[in-house]
């Protein structure tokens, strides 16, 4: 076939079929991303029509070929008329921004969180997860699955994300470039903020803290001016290093409200979530921690398998999750920590990773011995 009869057939097929313009459309968008599944999954949410049809037609006009890796591909020669060509038909990016507000509008939290986690997790995903698996299976634990396939359908729909897979890469991706992103990430951080402003948790645990430092200060106020001399410091500098609270704030990483505090020698970070993630504990980057969650995330029972290829592994890495009056899990002691778990109505900590495979067999609690100051 000569390059012009090429560029014409496809053209004709295009311009004559709209069915065929939007498969050719996600060629645009999808690169070299074009199994069946990516082309079947996208095409289907934006027409909800099936795709093979078009495919086949594509075929037999020898337009396309199936390449080594399953994907389909222009016939071999042609690649730069078929890319400028179809380039005319590519989906333009939804208003994502319009998005966001409606889903804050309508309360819609799975919708929330699958745009929190497209925004944070790369498409390469992390820790032998795909980015996709990560997604699934994160958005279906705090939800369920039909909440992730609604809210997956939604986002394509509205041309917000793409969907494309090839050998072990598969991946959701959001339409727009990093720079076009910015207002949207603004817009989410901005309503994180007005949750904190709102939270009667995080009140009441800024509380607490305070208080923890407090206690910390006033046990060396009748010699801290002499101790201050010979650390060569200030009075005021000294009770920092003696007690110390950051306050809270939101993170524009994990859009966690987090601190960080010192009492004595103690150090630990403190991050408030409603939904606690396992891409987000394996992202995590500062320790020791205290998650302060309002439910026991599902995952915690699988925490082997959750950080089976992770690095650092999670014996090294000093994790607790409490759900504050209900009850606490960690990996590691701290006189700090477990005072702040006993101010939180925790009576106990128990192990992890092992404490859920126990309670679900009724052998009892592992209590952790209050460490000595």
Same mark, same amino acid.
């Given at each position: 076939?000569?390059?012009?009869?090429?560029? +014409?057939?496809?053209?004709?097929?295009?311009?004559? +079929?709209?069915?065929?313009?939007?498969?050719? /459309?996600?060629?645009?968008? =999808?690169?070299?991303?074009?199994?069946?599944?990516?082309?079947?999954?996208?095409?289907?949410?934006?027409?909800?029509? $099936?795709? @093979?049809?078009?495919?086949?037609?594509?075929?037999?006009?020898?337009?396309?070929?199936?390449?080594?890796?399953?994907?389909?591909?222009?016939?071999?020669?042609?690649?730069?008329?078929?890319?400028?060509?179809?380039?005319?038909?590519?989906?333009?990016?939804?208003?994502?921004?319009?998005?966001?507000?409606?889903?804050?509008?309508?309360?819609?939290?799975?919708?929330?969180?699958?745009?929190?986690?497209?925004? %944070?997790?790369?498409?390469?995903?992390?820790?032998?997860?795909?980015?996709?698996?990560?997604?699934? !299976?994160?958005?279906?634990?705090?939800?369920?699955?039909?909440?992730?396939?609604?809210?997956?359908?939604?986002?394509?729909?509205?041309?917000?994300?793409?969907?494309?897979?090839? @050998? +072990?890469?598969?991946?959701?991706?959001?339409?727009?470039?990093?720079?076009?992103?910015?207002?949207?990430?603004? !817009?989410?951080?901005?309503?994180?903020?007005?949750? =904190?402003?709102?939270?009667?948790?995080?009140?009441?645990?800024?509380?607490?803290?305070?208080?923890?430092?407090?206690?910390?200060?006033?046990?060396?106020?009748?010699?801290?001016?002499?101790?201050?001399?010979?650390?060569?410091?200030?009075?005021?500098?000294?009770?920092?290093? #003696?007690?110390?609270?950051?306050?809270?704030?939101?993170?524009?990483?994990?859009?966690?409200?987090?601190?960080?505090?010192? #009492? /004595?020698?103690?150090?630990?970070? #403190?991050?408030?979530? &409603?939904?606690?993630?396992?891409?987000?504990?394996?992202?995590?980057?500062?320790?020791?921690?205290?998650?302060?969650?309002?439910?026991?995330?599902?995952?915690?029972?699988?925490?082997?398998?959750?950080?089976?290829?992770?690095?650092?592994?999670? %014996? &090294?890495?000093?994790?607790?999750?409490?759900?504050?009056? !209900?009850? /606490?899990?960690?990996?590691?002691?701290? @006189?700090?920590?477990? +005072?702040?778990?006993?101010?939180?109505?925790?009576?106990?900590?128990?192990?992890?990773?092992?404490?859920?495979?126990? $309670?679900?067999?009724?052998?009892?609690?592992?209590? @952790?011995?209050?460490?000595?100051?």
């Amino acid at each position: 076939m000569f390059p012009d009869e090429f560029k +014409d057939t496809l053209v004709r097929l295009a311009e004559t +079929d709209e069915d065929i313009r939007t498969l050719l /459309g996600l060629f645009a968008v =999808l690169k070299s991303y074009t199994t069946e599944e990516s082309l079947a999954k996208n095409f289907t949410a934006l027409t909800g029509k $099936d795709c @093979r049809d078009p495919l086949r037609v594509l075929k037999r006009w020898e337009i396309l070929k199936v390449g080594a890796n399953d994907e389909y591909l222009c016939l071999s020669g042609y690649e730069d008329i078929f890319n400028e060509t179809i380039a005319a038909y590519a989906p333009q990016p939804g208003d994502l921004q319009h998005f966001l507000e409606r889903a804050l509008a309508e309360g819609d939290l799975a919708a929330l969180k699958m745009l929190e986690l497209l925004v %944070k997790i790369g498409k390469l995903g992390i820790c032998g997860f795909s980015q996709y698996e990560l997604l699934r !299976r994160d958005l279906s634990s705090i939800f369920s699955s039909s909440a992730f396939r609604r809210v997956e359908e939604q986002f394509i729909k509205e041309r917000s994300a793409l969907y494309g897979k090839r @050998r +072990d890469t598969e991946f959701l991706a959001l339409f727009l470039s990093e720079s076009d992103l910015e207002p949207v990430k603004q !817009r989410f951080y901005a309503w994180k903020q007005e949750q =904190l402003a709102a939270s009667p948790m995080v009140t009441q645990l800024e509380k607490m803290l305070k208080e923890q430092v407090a206690d910390a200060r006033r046990g060396i106020r009748d010699y801290r001016t002499n101790l201050a001399t010979q650390a060569g410091m200030s009075a005021e500098e000294f009770e920092d290093t #003696v007690g110390y609270f950051s306050g809270f704030d939101v993170d524009d990483t994990s859009f966690f409200f987090t601190s960080n505090m010192i #009492v /004595g020698k103690d150090k630990l970070y #403190v991050a408030v979530t &409603d939904q606690l993630s396992s891409f987000d504990i394996l992202d995590w980057k500062d320790y020791p921690v205290l998650f302060v969650l309002e439910e026991t995330p599902k995952w915690l029972g699988d925490m082997n398998n959750v950080f089976a290829n992770a690095y650092p592994k999670l %014996k &090294d890495r000093k994790i607790a999750l409490v759900v504050p009056g !209900r009850v /606490g899990y960690a990996n590691y002691e701290q @006189r700090l920590l477990s +005072d702040l778990v006993e101010r939180l109505g925790v009576d106990e900590l128990k192990e992890l990773p092992r404490a859920l495979k126990q $309670d679900e067999t009724a052998v009892g609690s592992q209590v @952790r011995p209050r460490p000595e100051s």
